[in-house]
T-cell receptor, first 109, second 115 residues
Framework: GQNIDQPTEMTATEGAIVQINCTYQ??????LFWYQQHAGEAPTFLSY??LDGLEEKGRFSSFLSRSKGYSYLLLKELQMKDSASYLC??????????WGAGTKLIIKP | GAVVSQHPSWVICKSGTSVKIECRSL??????MFWYRQFPKQSLMLMAT?????????EQGVEKDKFLINHASLTLSTLTVTSAHPEDSSFYIC???????????FGQGTRLTVV
């Protein structure tokens, strides 16, 4: 079956750096997405990786290793507003998005 | 990024009535729209995928006669929850994509409460 694993919850300190990991096993691969979702709101797009390597976008970076079925989202200079759930999703061979359960990130002052 | 508008943002209805939720892509043509349901503290659950001009493809376990999806144009899809029951209370979210290889953009979501 298809499976995406990410930690359920993480805690970090304001101003610090946090890395959220995502491992996947899917039938085919057509890209990996990271979304941010605040409680009670819809997800917002953060990043897209289809080739191996690091994609940097401001304070957020996303890394992909297709051979390892692994990705991480790196958040730098954490702010209180970064407290949210972070969803990892993979497009399979049919371009269907397979969603992880999300990682709830708690930022402490 | 592209804008997807979902309406209403919240609705309360009586058990047994029907509710329609609209999803519009405001500044792009969406060949594909997705409807999700999300229960508290759980991840997104895909309900159905709809392509403009064709019938929606429903995920296993989703009743197509209860959750009617219409994707009549490249900018509008609707989800109608028919004969709603309290267990249908949930957060319903639509997303739209220009094509298969692009990212999907989400609407604001609709919080449905059936009393």
């Amino acid at each position: 079956g298809q499976n995406i694993d990410q930690p359920t919850e993480m805690t970090a300190t304001e101003g610090a750096i946090v890395q959220i990991n995502c491992t996947y096993q899917t039938s085919g691969f057509n890209g990996l997405f990271w979304y941010q979702q605040h409680a009670g709101e819809a997800p917002t797009f953060l990043s897209y990786n289809v080739l191996d390597g690091l994609e940097e976008k401001g304070r957020f970076s996303s890394f992909l290793s297709r051979s390892k079925g692994y990705s991480y989202l790196l958040l730098k200079e954490l702010q209180m507003k970064d407290s949210a759930s972070y969803l990892c999703a993979v497009k399979d061979s049919n371009y269907q998005l397979i969603w992880g359960a999300g990682t709830k990130l708690i930022i402490k002052p | 990024g592209a804008v997807v508008s979902q309406h209403p943002s919240w609705v309360i209805c009586k058990s047994g009535t029907s509710v329609k939720i609209e999803c519009r892509s405001l500044d792009f043509q969406a060949t594909t729209m997705f409807w999700y349901r999300q229960f508290p503290k759980q991840s997104l659950m895909l309900m159905a995928t709809s392509n403009e001009g064709s019938k929606a493809t429903y995920e296993q376990g989703v009743e197509k006669d209860k959750f009617l999806i219409n994707h009549a144009s490249l900018t509008l899809s609707t989800l109608t929850v028919t004969s709603a029951h309290p267990e249908d209370s949930s957060f319903y979210i639509c997303s739209a994509a220009r094509g298969q290889e692009t990212e999907a953009f989400f609407g604001q979501g609709t919080r449905l409460t059936v009393v």
